[in-house]
């Protein structure tokens, strides 16, 4: 069975960033019903006892084509806001120290280059989706985009999620309507680049381990 990642930090602890009204219902109502869906999906697959990354990225391998979507749809949902939530802190904004934060210079030149092209590439996701920072099989970083809940783990190509950019709707309407920009500069006062930087290293530290 999948759990839904418990938030350390109370609804109101992002703002004035991310409102508390929009952080409850993306919470309670979105990531939760994900949850129910992919575990319910996954029962009747037999698939439940599967880590959700192996699962995602090997979606092909079930051959009920309604519960594969079903699967695609909500545990990318699950994952990708497991993801997101642990991601962002109170604490959080600046821009990546130590170790990590040479890497984000050295792939692409400084981390306002880093912020320019996430955010074009959030911009530029027409309609719901997610914008990414992903690690590849060499170690590297790369940018990208995918709509609805899809995210790197699906399209084969070895690329890990670190960090992602919800622009669904839902994620910042509430408090700031059709302004996307707005809402893509208020995040990054509450990203928790610690947080990216553990991801980073336990994803390096297995690639090296295998």
């Not at 109170?90 to 092209?117: H, I, L, R, W």
Request: aromatic letters at 12%; zero cysteines.
């Amino acid at each position: 069975m999948y759990t839904q990642f418990q938030i350390p930090y109370t609804f109101t602890a992002l703002e004035p960033h991310i409102d508390a009204q929009t952080m409850e219902t993306h919470y309670t109502k979105h990531h939760a019903a994900y949850t129910k869906n992919l575990n319910d999906a996954a029962l009747k697959a037999g698939v439940a006892d599967r880590e959700i990354g192996a699962l995602l990225a090997s979606l092909s391998s079930i051959p009920d084509e309604a519960l594969r979507t079903a699967i695609r749809n909500n545990g990318g949902g699950f994952y990708n806001h497991n993801l997101y939530f642990d991601t962002l802190s109170p604490n959080g904004g600046g821009q990546p120290q130590g170790a990590f934060g040479s890497v984000m210079d050295k792939a692409f030149g400084s981390f306002s280059a880093f912020q320019d092209e996430i955010s074009r590439l959030a911009m530029g996701r027409f309609g719901s989706g997610w914008a990414w920072l992903s690690v590849d099989r060499d170690h590297n970083l790369a940018l990208s985009s995918t709509a609805n809940q899809d995210n790197p783990l699906m399209e084969s190509k070895g690329f890990k999620p670190i960090f992602g950019i919800d622009v669904w709707e839902h994620a910042y309407y509430l408090k700031y309507q059709n302004r996307r920009a707005d809402y893509l500069r208020a995040l990054f006062n509450v990203v928790s680049w610690q947080k990216v930087a553990e991801n980073y290293d336990k994803i390096v530290s297995g690639l090296r381990a295998a």
